[in-house]
């Protein structure tokens, strides 16, 4: 026979201790019954109407759209950091590349640039007939 290991038998001890808490839960609760339900769902509707409540819950959320605001400008902020810098490096990695290809497969390279528009197509004025 296996013998379990010890997050084994840690993750066993734990659902054990769920299901037991869930079944005692059950229990407590069929007993109590729909009166004490009610009950408790009208504490809870009293507290959430209650003006302090109310009033809680405008805080927390002016104070979630502060941060919400904050973030998006630091992700913006460094965004606009990084981009430059990663286009710069993927144009250098890269433009050697399509240099070498285009070489390659017949294509002459013209007044030093890679013959393109800048979209990766070639552009009316760059077409040179030879």
């Known amino acids: 026979m296996a013998r379990m290991t010890c997050s084994g038998e840690v ?4 659902r054990i201790t769920f299901l037991s808490g869930f079944a005692v ?3 407590l609760g069929a007993r109590a019954g729909r009166e004490r339900y009610e009950q408790i769902k009208a504490v809870g509707r009293r507290v959430a109407d209650s003006p302090a409540a109310q009033q809680a819950a405008g805080a ?4 979630a759209a502060g941060l919400a605001k904050t ?9 606009q950091d990084r981009v430059p810098k990663l286009a710069s490096t993927a144009k250098d990695k890269v433009g050697d590349q ?4 285009r070489q390659r497969n ?15 197509h070639m552009a009316a004025s760059d077409h040179r007939h030879d």
């Open 60 to 63: 927390v959320q002016a104070q």
């Open 98 to 101: 399509v240099a070498g290809l």
């Open 25 to 27: 839960g059950f229990v």
């Open 106 to 120: 017949g294509h002459k390279k013209h007044n030093g640039d890679a013959g393109t528009s800048g979209n990766g």
């Open 71 to 79: 973030a998006k400008q630091k992700v913006t902020d460094g965004l």
């Open 11 to 14: 993750q066993m001890r734990y």
